[in-house]
């Protein structure tokens, strides 16, 4: 046989040999996390259990847990708990805890993003992975506040006007009200069918205006006091109502 075509035989078959061995390390060395996103109840913090599986040639070790800014690597705390495991593949298990202080203080320090990461490191080598946690969608309403919350409508002027201030616990608010009522009692007698969206805002201005011979009818049946109600739903179902107190005057 041709010396040049022996040669290259050879050369194919040690390509070959390599990339099956190069698999064969490949898949020794993983490691995965369940759950790999973590959803952070800002009221609450997380607290979760969860399972390391990894796959290392004669074991491997994780001396700790970091929780770092993923946007900038930066290490935020420090979880000394040692995760380990003999033989070739382990699955080992430990409760991730987030309190919701500390959830408040990253977010006021300008992280959104937040990685739970653990290196292990054995004989094979060291491999990492982490749980994400996103700080911006984690938050819920936490109130809303009608400003101003008194004003005097007439039947002569029936325009009022309001701004709707939403609080998140952490991040930005995603929150809608489909409706606003006005209100005697539990008695609904006027809706403003428009709808006001909150995308990230915390100040909703609104404009309303009566419908002509409300207030006449509304006063002349002795009802001098009404409430103007909104409710905001986000998008976790979490409910805030607020309400503007209003004077009726001809």
Same mark, same amino acid.
């Given at each position: +046989?041709?010396?040049?075509? *022996?040669?290259?035989? *050879?050369?194919?078959?040690?390509?070959?040999?390599?990339? *099956?061995?190069?698999?064969?390390?490949?898949?020794?060395?993983?490691?995965?996390?369940?759950?790999?996103? =973590?959803?952070?109840?800002? $009221?609450?913090?997380?607290?979760?259990?969860?399972?390391? @599986?990894?796959?290392?040639?004669?074991?491997?070790? $994780?001396? #700790?847990?970091?929780?770092?800014?993923?946007?900038?690597? /930066?290490?935020?705390?420090?979880?000394?708990?040692?995760?380990?495991?003999?033989?070739?593949? =382990?699955?080992?298990?430990?409760?991730?805890?987030?309190?919701?202080?500390?959830?408040?203080?990253?977010?006021?320090?300008?992280?959104?993003?937040?990685?739970? @990461? #653990?290196?292990?490191?054995?004989?094979?080598?060291?491999?990492?992975?982490? *749980?994400?946690?996103?700080?911006?969608?984690?938050?819920?309403?936490?109130?809303?506040?009608?400003?101003?919350?008194?004003?005097?409508?007439?039947?002569?002027?029936?325009? +009022?006007?309001?701004?709707?201030?939403?609080?998140?616990?952490?991040?930005?608010?995603?929150?809608?009200?489909?409706?606003?009522?006005?209100?005697? =009692?539990? @008695?609904?007698?006027?809706?403003?069918?428009?709808?006001?969206?909150?995308?990230?805002?915390?100040?909703? /201005?609104?404009?309303?205006?009566?419908?002509?011979?409300?207030?006449?009818?509304?006063?002349?049946?002795?009802?001098?006091?009404? #409430?103007?109600?909104?409710?905001?739903?986000?998008?976790?179902?979490?409910? @805030?109502?607020?309400?503007?107190?209003?004077?009726?005057?001809?």
């Amino acid at each position: +046989m041709n010396k040049q075509i *022996i040669l290259t035989l *050879i050369g194919a078959i040690a390509i070959v040999i390599a990339a *099956i061995f190069g698999s064969s390390v490949n898949a020794q060395q993983i490691v995965t996390v369940d759950p790999g996103d =973590g959803w952070l109840n800002a $009221s609450e913090g997380y607290q979760e259990k969860v399972t390391w @599986r990894v796959a290392s040639k004669g074991g491997a070790a $994780s001396p #700790r847990g970091v929780f770092v800014n993923l946007d900038n690597n /930066k290490e935020l705390a420090v979880v000394d708990r040692i995760l380990e495991f003999s033989g070739d593949r =382990g699955v080992v298990t430990e409760v991730v805890q987030i309190s919701p202080e500390q959830a408040r203080s990253w977010h006021a320090k300008g992280v959104r993003r937040v990685g739970y @990461r #653990r290196v292990f490191a054995g004989a094979a080598g060291s491999l990492s992975n982490h *749980i994400l946690f996103d700080l911006n969608a984690s938050g819920r309403l936490a109130q809303v506040q009608a400003s101003p919350p008194s004003q005097t409508v007439s039947s002569k002027s029936r325009q +009022m006007m309001l701004a709707w201030n939403l609080d998140g616990d952490i991040g930005s608010t995603s929150a809608v009200s489909e409706s606003g009522q006005f209100l005697v =009692g539990d @008695r609904v007698v006027y809706e403003v069918s428009q709808p006001l969206v909150a995308e990230g805002q915390s100040t909703l /201005k609104e404009t309303v205006m009566l419908p002509p011979g409300l207030v006449n009818e509304l006063v002349a049946n002795g009802i001098y006091q009404v #409430r103007y109600t909104r409710t905001f739903v986000d998008d976790k179902d979490t409910r @805030r109502s607020a309400s503007v107190e209003i004077r009726l005057t001809q």
